[in-house]
Nanobody, 127 residues
Framework: EVQLQAYGGGLVQAGGSLRLSCAASGFTFDEHFIGWFRQAPGKEREGVSCIGSSRGSTDYEDSVKGRFTISLDSAKNTVYLQMNNLKPEDAATYYC????????????????????WGQGTQVTVSS
């Protein structure tokens, strides 16, 4: 069974940093795309960042470019999202998944075999 678990969220002041982790079980990141997503209360889920594990290619949603960095540690089977200069509008529950969706609703391109988002990890940014 494929499971991805996002963790590392917390409360941080605006301008601060957090590093989120996405750990996999029953699955290896090799030759897959891994996406970070977030959903704030009352808003739709949106894609934040994406990494192609085979080539290490990365991409970001415009509002986080220059502040967030996605990376992969194959030895630990973990994908990270380093978030710097956090803003109140970054506050959300963050999720990782085995697909990417930047600039498009995740529901529109969600793979047929996608099972669930998991619990996600809460990021709170105080102003």
């Amino acid at each position: 069974e494929v499971q991805l678990q996002a963790y590392g969220g917390g409360l941080v002041q605006a301008g601060g940093s957090l590093r989120l982790s996405c750990a996999a079980s029953g699955f290896t990141f090799d030759e897959h795309f891994i996406g970070w997503f977030r959903q704030a209360p009352g808003k739709e889920r949106e894609g934040v960042s994406c990494i192609g594990s085979s080539r290490g290619s990365t991409d970001y949603e415009d509002s986080v470019k220059g502040r967030f960095t996605i990376s992969l540690d194959s030895a630990k089977n973990t994908v990270y999202l380093q978030m710097n200069n956090l803003k109140p509008e970054d506050a959300a529950t963050y999720y990782c998944a085995t697909f990417c969706a930047l600039g498009i609703s995740p529901d529109q391109i969600m793979p047929d075999d996608f099972e669930s988002w998991g619990q996600g990890t809460q990021v709170t940014v105080s102003s």
